[in-house]
């Protein structure tokens, strides 16, 4: 297994929003900039994690588009907003993908691992087995898996996931937790 100190700018790290980035909404979804809410540090933990990594990116499932609840614009706007507060402390997302799809087995719907061929269509330097997928939930370390990708599991939202698990490969219960553990490795 790898070991947290071989990490370096030749690393990509895949990230989920809900559950990571900031709280989520139970049985619903973030529709707007004013429901967003950033768990704590995680600003912080994202400077940590943009002087480790190389090329980070977020990678979404956003249903709530596909259900006419909110817009692509209302989707852009919580993200602008998400980047500015990240930026303003010193961290980077490079890219955003989402999934705005109904259909479960769309490609690009997690666990199917469609949004790491964009990114990396987007950027080609990308290695998957060079790679990590931070997530907190079972279909984030799937997709990572589905990609080829080592695998990081947050505790936030569902700490009854069993650990060991063939599909998380490191657990922690924060973001910031995980930088915290890639600066004192």
Request: aromatic share 12%.
């Amino acid at each position: 297994m790898l070991h947290l100190a071989a990490i370096d700018k030749s690393y990509t790290l895949f990230i989920d929003r809900d559950g990571v980035i900031n709280y989520e909404k139970k049985e619903s979804y973030i529709l707007n900039w004013n429901e967003f809410q950033f768990y704590g540090n995680v600003p912080s933990a994202m400077k940590i994690i943009n002087e480790i990594f190389g090329t980070i990116v977020m990678v979404t499932n956003q249903k709530g588009i596909g259900k006419k609840l909110m817009t692509t614009d209302d989707l852009n706007y919580i993200h602008q907003n998400m980047q500015l507060h990240i930026e303003s402390a010193g961290g980077r997302i490079d890219k955003i993908y989402y999934c705005s799809d109904l259909d479960d087995t769309s490609i690009n719907r997690k666990p199917n691992p469609g949004m790491a061929f964009q990114a990396k269509a987007d950027y080609p330097l990308i290695d998957f087995s060079k790679s990590f997928m931070i997530g907190n939930k079972l279909s984030d370390m799937q997709f990572g898996r589905n990609a080829g990708m080592n695998t990081v599991y947050l505790a936030t939202t569902n700490p009854e996931v069993s650990f060991p698990h063939p599909d998380i490969d490191f657990r922690f219960n924060t973001l910031f937790e995980f930088a915290l553990a890639l600066i004192t490795k």
